[in-house]
């Protein structure tokens, strides 16, 4: 399981490295969000400093929602599906090979955005904060990783995928926006809560990805064949 996962992670990277659509359009509209927030916030900088962590994590919803319908888009394609069903490939590998990959693009990302934040919301880590923020950054990273790949077989097995997904994605994926705005906000001290606030939340993130993980290594294998 562990090699075909690395086998297909390693496919849907160099797809991404070769194609940079990540860094060349995801990228710049997750930049682009934040901006507009900054516009629409900017007269009122404490408000738009209070509200960093939360428009942090939309921002990185939206490029969840958007990598994770490019990557159905591309299994989709001229037959590259079919090809999975029948390469011999355990499912619980791909699965887990195409959560990998997806995590490394989105954890490029939120790297970028951090930066981003730094520079438009004036945000600062508190003391104490860096471990905290790394965590909630890994944990919620891999849940969204890993329901997004699931939801994303989900939504190709039943057509539309481009509106589907989105409806079915989002609502999920709400206590993941919860626990890492929470922990955030204690990572940067703008909910007027102390750092050891912010690790409950960081357990609930994790509880969220082993049980979507879990679920994905059981039933990616018949949405794959259904797809």
């Known amino acids: 399981m562990l090699r075909d996962a690395a ?3 390693g496919k849907d990277l160099r797809i991404e490295v070769r194609s ?3 860094m060349n359009q995801v990228l710049p509209f997750a930049l682009m969000v934040l901006l507009l927030f900054a516009f629409a916030l900017d007269p009122d900088r404490g408000t738009l400093r209070s509200a960093t962590p939360g428009l942090f994590w939309v921002a990185v919803l939206f490029v969840v929602v958007i990598a994770v319908q490019r990557s159905a888009g591309l299994e989709a394609a001229d037959g590259a599906r079919d090809g999975l069903r029948v390469s011999g490939l355990d499912p619980a590998g791909i699965f887990l090979g195409k959560a990998g990959a997806l995590a490394a693009v989105l ?11 730094v520079v438009l919301y004036d945000a600062d880590l508190r003391a104490g904060g860096v471990a905290l923020l790394a ?3 890994l944990v919620a990273t891999a849940g969204l990783a890993a329901t997004g790949t ?3 077989a989900l939504a190709v097995g039943g057509g539309a995928r481009e509106t589907l ?3 079915l994605l989002l ?13 955030t906000e204690a990572a940067l001290g703008t909910g007027g809560t102390a750092t050891s606030e912010g690790w409950p939340w960081v357990g609930l993130l994790g509880v969220f990805a082993v049980a979507y993980t879990a679920a994905g290594l059981l039933a990616f294998g018949p949405l794959l064949e259904d797809a």
């Open 7 to 9: 086998l297909v992670a």
């Open 20 to 22: 940079r659509v990540a």
């Open 107 to 117: 954890l490029a990302i939120e790297v970028l955005l951090g930066v981003g934040i």
């Open 135 to 137: 965590a909630t950054i």
């Open 150 to 152: 699931l939801y994303g």
């Open 165 to 167: 997904l989105p409806l």
């Open 171 to 183: 609502p999920v994926v709400a206590p993941v926006l919860i626990g890492a705005t929470r922990a």
